[in-house]
């Protein structure tokens, strides 16, 4: 069994900033690209930014220069920083991750159940 859980959502100004965390447990191996994903109401889940086992980043335009994503692989913990937030980033932020189980290599995407994030006055 492997769990993700999402940690940091909150309600904050226009302006401010949060830290998410995404925590990976269970049966986990090694864990491959990481990302984060949001889904505002009304609208389909939308990739935010991820991080490879590597280390390489990739972000939408509409976070870049906002938002930095990072990882520790030793704790199987996954960042991503927010700031100068606006009301069009209000969404359940979702971690998904690609999870190795053995030294065989089987595993597959996992998905954690979300943090609400509330950007308003």
């Known amino acids: 069994q492997v769990q993700l859980v999402e940690s940091g959502g909150g309600l904050v100004q226009p302006g401010g900033s949060l830290t998410l965390s995404c925590v990976a447990s269970?049966?986990?191996?090694?864990?491959?690209?990481m990302g984060w994903y949001r889904q505002a109401p009304g609208r389909e889940r939308e990739l935010v930014a991820v991080?490879?086992?590597?280390?390489?980043?990739n972000y939408a335009d509409s976070v870049k220069g906002r938002f930095t994503i990072s990882r520790d692989s030793a704790k199987n913990t996954m960042y991503l920083q927010m700031k100068n937030l606006k009301p069009e980033d209000t969404a359940v932020y979702y971690c998904?991750?690609?999870?190795?189980?053995?030294?065989?290599?089987?595993?597959?995407?996992?998905w954690g159940k979300g943090t609400p994030v509330t950007v308003s006055s």
């Open positions: 269970g049966r986990v191996y090694n864990i491959n690209t």
């Open positions: 991080v490879t086992s590597g280390g390489t980043t």
């Open positions: 998904k991750a690609g999870v190795v189980v053995n030294v065989e290599g089987v595993g597959r995407d996992h």
